[in-house]
C-alpha cells in the first residue's frame, strides 16, 4: 500500500529532528576537503605570479614592485587552481566559505614577502576595503 | 473550429527553474502549436575558449551547468586528452566514473523532487531532496564542492578516494538505496501521480528517434541508446544495460529516470570493487594541436564537446552540444495535442537544463 507507505514516512518525519541543519544556530557542516576560500602565507609568497596567470576567473592580482598579492573574493571560484601551481605552497586552501558581501570589489589585499628571501618583510594583513 | 489564442508559458512560471520561452498556441484547452524561444541565459562561455589557458579551461567547462557540471568536465578533458594523445591512469578513469554516478545521483534526485513539485506533491519533493543531501554531501566530502566538483584536470583528476573512504561510501549508499525504494514505489504506484502522468506527453518510438531525442527521454519511447555503452572512462569494464521503457509518456521517463538511479548504484559498487591501486594523473607537456569531438551521457542525455586546438596554451574554438537543445523538438512534438494543464509536467518531464542549453 503506497498511502501507507507516505503515511509512515510522514509520521516518522512529524517525530524526528529536522533533516536540514539549522544553521546559524548550529555551525555548517565542512569536511576537510571543503573548498571556501583561498589564504595566503605572505611570508613564502616570492611574487612569481603563477596564481594570476592560472587563476580561470582573473581574482587574483599580483604587483611584484610594490610587493603585494591581493584577491577579489566576489570573482573568485574556489577551483584551488592557484594552490595547485603555487611553488613555495603558500596558498592553501581553508573549509570556512567567505562571508557574503553587500557591495562589489570585496578586495583583499596583503603584502608579501617578495623574492628577496633574506629579510621577510612584517606581513600587514589590511581589512577588506571597498573600491 | 475555435478561436485561437497565444498563451505565453515562461521563462519566468512557478514550475521552471530556468529561463525558457514557449509561446502555446491554444484552441480552447487544448494545445496545438508550440513556439520555443530560448536566449535568457546566454553567457558566451564557448568564446571564451580563446582566453583562457586549455587546462584552466576545464573549470569553465564545469560551470556551463550547475546540475551535471562533473561530466561537462569529463567530456572536456577527454576531448583534450584525445588530441594530445595522453593515456590517462586506470585509476582516474575509475574515480571519474565513481563521481559521474554520484552526480547522476544527485540530478536525477532533483529533478524527481522538481517533478514532485510540478505535480502539485510538495511532500514527495521535500523527500526527494532530504536523500540529494546525502549524495552531496558525499561528493562534497571526497571533491570539496557540492555540485562544482573541479575534481576533473586534463591527464587525470586532482582528488583520490581513500579505501576507507570508498568503503564508508558504499556503506552510507545501501541506507540511500533503502530510502530511495520508498520514495520511488510512490513515484510508481501512487495512483494520484499515475492518473497525472500516464498517457500524457506522448512520443513514438519513431518520433522520438526522428525529432533526436537523447538520454532518458529517447530511452523512455524505446529508443535504447546511452553513450556508457560506448566504454569511456571506466564503462568499458563494468556491467549495466541502458534502462528502457516502451510506453513513451511521462510516466515511462519517470520511470526510465528511477531505474537509472538504481543502475547508478550498481555501477558506483562494481567500480568500488575493481577500482585498481595507482596513479591518478600524469604530467602533460605541450598544447593540444588537432580537432575532437568528444561525447558522454549526461543525466539528461548526450553531450557532445568539440574543442580545437592549434598547438598554443588557448583553444580556438569550443562548441558544446547539449542535451536539452535536442530534447526541445521532442518537447514540441510531445505538447501538440495536450491539455493546458498537463503543460508544466510535460515540459519538466525532458529534464530541461537551460543554462546548459545556452552556455
Known amino acids: ?131 | 473550429m475555435s478561436k485561437q489564442i497565444i498563451i505565453p508559458f515562461g521563462p519566468q512560471h512557478p514550475v521552471l527553474p530556468e529561463p525558457i520561452h514557449l509561446d502555446l498556441v491554444l484552441e480552447d484547452e487544448t494545445v496545438v502549436d508550440v513556439l520555443p524561444s530560448i536566449g535568457y541565459v546566454h553567457r558566451g562561455l564557448e568564446k571564451l575558449v580563446e582566453k583562457r589557458e586549455f587546462t584552466e579551461y576545464t573549470f569553465i567547462a564545469e560551470r556551463i551547468c550547475g546540475i551535471c557540471s562533473f561530466i561537462h568536465s569529463l567530456v572536456y578533458v577527454q576531448g583534450v586528452e584525445q588530441i594530445m594523445g595522453i593515456e590517462v591512469p586506470e585509476r582516474a578513469h575509475y574515480l571519474r566514473t565513481i563521481w559521474s554516478e554520484y552526480s547522476r545521483l544527485h540530478s536525477h534526485l532533483l529533478w524527481l523532487g522538481c517533478f514532485a513539485d510540478g505535480m502539485g506533491f510538495e511532500n514527495l519533493f521535500m523527500n526527494s531532496w532530504r536523500i540529494r543531501e546525502h549524495i552531496l554531501d558525499e561528493l562534497e566530502a571526497t571533491t570539496g564542492g557540492r555540485v562544482i566538483q573541479s575534481a576533473c584536470k586534463v591527464g587525470g583528476v586532482r582528488k583520490d578516494i581513500s579505501g576507507e573512504q570508498l568503503e564508508g561510501m558504499l556503506f552510507r549508499l545501501k541506507d540511500i538505496k533503502k530510502d530511495m525504494h520508498n520514495i520511488t514505489s510512490v513515484f510508481l504506484e501512487d495512483s494520484s501521480v499515475k492518473h497525472r502522468l500516464k498517457k500524457v506527453g506522448m512520443l513514438s518510438k519513431q518520433d522520438a528517434y526522428n525529432c533526436g531525442a537523447v538520454g532518458p527521454t529517447a530511452r523512455g519511447s524505446g529508443v535504447a541508446i546511452d553513450l556508457r555503452e560506448t566504454g569511456y572512462a571506466a564503462y568499458g569494464k563494468l556491467n549495466f544495460k541502458p534502462a528502457v521503457a516502451t510506453e513513451g509518456d511521462c510516466y515511462a521517463r519517470c520511470n526510465v529516470r528511477i531505474q537509472e538511479l538504481f543502475s547508478s548504484i550498481d555501477i558506483i559498487e562494481q567500480a568500488a570493487k575493481k577500482i585498481p591501486e595507482g596513479p591518478i594523473d600524469v604530467k602533460i607537456t605541450g598544447a593540444p594541436n588537432g580537432e575532437y569531438f568528444s561525447r558522454a551521457e549526461q543525466p539528461r542525455g548526450e553531450v557532445v564537446h568539440y574543442v580545437k586546438g592549434n598547438g598554443k596554451k588557448n583553444l580556438v574554438r569550443s562548441r558544446v552540444r547539449t542535451p536539452t537543445f535536442t530534447n526541445i523538438p521532442p518537447l514540441v512534438m510531445m505538447l501538440k495535442g495536450c491539455q493546458l494543464a498537463d503543460v508544466p509536467v510535460i515540459v519538466l518531464s525532458i529534464d530541461p537544463c537551460i543554462s546548459c542549453t545556452e552556455r
Open chain 1, 1 to 131: 500500500m503506497v498511502i501507507l507507505k507516505m503515511a509512515a514516512t510522514a509520521i516518522k518525519s512529524l517525530f524526528s529532528r529536522p533533516a536540514t541543519l539549522m544553521y546559524p544556530a548550529r555551525p555548517a557542516k565542512r569536511t576537510s576537503a571543503t573548498r571556501g576560500h583561498i589564504v595566503i602565507d605572505p611570508a613564502n609568497c616570492i611574487t612569481c605570479r603563477s596564481c594570476q596567470r592560472k587563476c580561470p576567473s582573473g581574482a587574483i592580482c599580483v604587483e611584484v614592485k610594490e610587493k603585494t598579492w591581493q584577491i577579489d573574493r566576489m570573482r573568485c571560484v574556489t577551483c584551488n587552481s592557484c594552490g595547485d601551481v603555487c611553488p613555495t605552497k603558500c596558498l592553501t586552501m581553508d573549509p570556512a566559505y567567505t562571508a557574503a558581501l553587500t557591495a562589489r570589489g570585496g578586495v583583499y589585499k596583503v603584502s608579501v614577502a617578495g623574492p628577496k628571501k633574506k629579510e621577510p618583510a612584517p606581513a600587514i594583513a589590511e581589512s577588506p576595503k571597498t573600491e
